[in-house]
Structure formats: structure tokens, C-alpha cells
């Protein structure tokens, strides 16, 4: 069956710390690969995309690592803030024709202590 | 560039009542996608109009309809209302690399 999972727990990391966020995905096969921040009562903020030909991209304290062979992808916040905490998500863009097609993971809450 | 936007922002409805949402993407952006967003099942996607015509459809009941006006427009209509379909309803208008530009969204509830 197909899935994407993201850690289903939320991760509490100290100010400061460099935070780490999974996206893993089974029987798909993205043309690239998008993540997302959202906060209570608003919708999801798109971030960065990665192409599925691309190891690695990088924006600000932001960094995206994408391996189609583990069929994962790891979002990175270095020196982390309170201000980064919400909820981050991470999205497949599927080639389907004349269109994409996206599918979210559900998820991860980070929280970053003073 | 002005945002998405979504109307309304709250509405309260009963069981069986129908309900339209309304949602005005980014100027030049002709691709509209909606989705439903709750606790258990995440970011469910809805539909997508481009061009007034619907592209892609999710596994969602035909209770759920979308249309999309000439000038990029889109509302969508939930009938016969569940007290399932509270969720938040968001509408994103799509970039030229299927970003998703999000607006506020709906807070649906069903009593």
C-alpha cells in the first residue's frame, strides 16, 4: 500500500539545537518532494521543494535532504528558535499527466524551548 | 501580490443543512485546489479546478462539488452535512512548481 509518514509525535528541542524532521514514503515515486510549516488556525505556509534529482537544498537556517533510494527526506531548522515552533508538513507531487497530484503527511509538531 | 482568500472564515451549520465556501486565489494563478483538514485524517485533498474545469478529484462523496468562475474563483458546496464534515475547509492556489499557496481556510463546524 502507498504511505508517507511523518513522526507522529511531537519533538521538543532546546533553543539553539538544530531540529530534525522525517517524511518517509512507501510505493510512490515523486517527481519532487515539498515541505510546509502551519500554526493553529492557519493554513500551511509552503517552505522549500526539492527535486528528485537534488540531494540536497538549502534556504536560510533551512535545509532539505531528499534520497529516492531510502525513500526519505529530512527537514533540518539550525539554530532553532521558539518563533520555529508549529507544525511542519511534508507533501509528494506525484506526475499524473497532464497535471500533479499532491499527497500530505499528517504531520510533525515541533516545539522549541526558551 | 494579495494572498488567497477564503469566505467565510467561521460558519456554524446543522445536520442536513447545505453549506457554500468561497475562495478568490492569487491574481494570475488559474489552478484552485481544496482540502479538508482534521485531527484524525490530516490534509485531505478535495479537488482541483483549472481553467472552470475540474482536473483532479479525491476519494471524497459527491455530497462534496466545486466549480470554478472565468475568473479563477472557486466555491465549493458540501450538501446534506454530516457531523463528519467539521473540519477546516482550505482552498490553495497552485504556483508554477505545484506549490501550494494556502489561504486561511473555513472553520466548518457541524452541530
Known amino acids: 500500500s502507498q504511505k508517507i509518514e511523518q513522526n507522529s509525535e511531537a519533538l521538543n528541542i532546546q533553543e539553539g539545537k538544530t531540529a530534525t524532521l522525517t517524511c518517509n514514503y512507501t510505493?510512490?515515486?515523486?517527481?519532487?518532494l515539498q515541505w510546509y510549516r502551519q500554526d493553529p488556525g492557519r493554513g500551511p505556509v509552503f517552505l522549500l521543494l526539492?527535486?528528485?534529482?537534488?540531494k540536497e537544498k538549502r534556504k536560510e537556517r533551512l535545509k532539505v535532504t531528499f534520497d529516492t533510494t531510502l525513500k526519505q527526506s529530512l527537514f533540518h531548522i539550525t539554530a532553532s528558535q521558539p518563533a520555529d515552533s508549529a507544525t511542519y508538513l511534508c507533501?509528494?507531487?506525484?506526475?499524473?499527466?497532464?497535471?500533479?497530484?499532491?499527497?500530505f503527511g499528517t504531520g510533525t509538531l515541533l516545539a522549541v524551548q526558551p | 501580490k494579495a494572498g488567497v482568500t477564503q469566505t467565510p472564515r467561521y460558519l456554524i451549520k446543522t445536520r442536513g443543512q447545505q453549506v457554500t465556501l468561497s475562495c478568490s486565489p492569487i491574481?494570475?494563478?488559474?489552478?484552485v485546489s481544496w482540502y479538508q483538514q482534521t485531527p484524525g485524517q490530516g490534509l485531505q485533498f478535495l479537488f482541483e479546478?483549472?481553467?472552470?474545469?475540474?482536473?483532479n478529484k479525491g476519494n471524497f462523496p459527491g455530497r462534496f462539488s466545486g466549480r470554478q468562475f472565468s475568473n479563477s474563483r472557486s466555491e465549493m458546496n458540501v450538501s446534506t452535512l454530516e457531523l463528519g464534515d467539521s473540519a477546516l475547509y482550505l482552498c490553495?492556489?497552485?504556483?508554477?512548481?505545484?506549490?501550494?499557496?494556502f489561504g486561511p481556510g473555513t472553520r466548518l463546524t457541524v452541530l
Open positions: 490553495a492556489s497552485s504556483g508554477r512548481l505545484a506549490e501550494q499557496f
Open positions: 510505493n510512490y515515486s515523486p517527481a519532487y
Open positions: 526539492i527535486r528528485e534529482n537534488e
Open positions: 507533501a509528494l507531487v506525484l506526475r499524473g499527466g497532464a497535471t500533479n497530484k499532491l499527497i
Open positions: 491574481s494570475g494563478h488559474r489552478s
Open positions: 479546478y483549472f481553467s472552470e474545469t475540474q482536473r
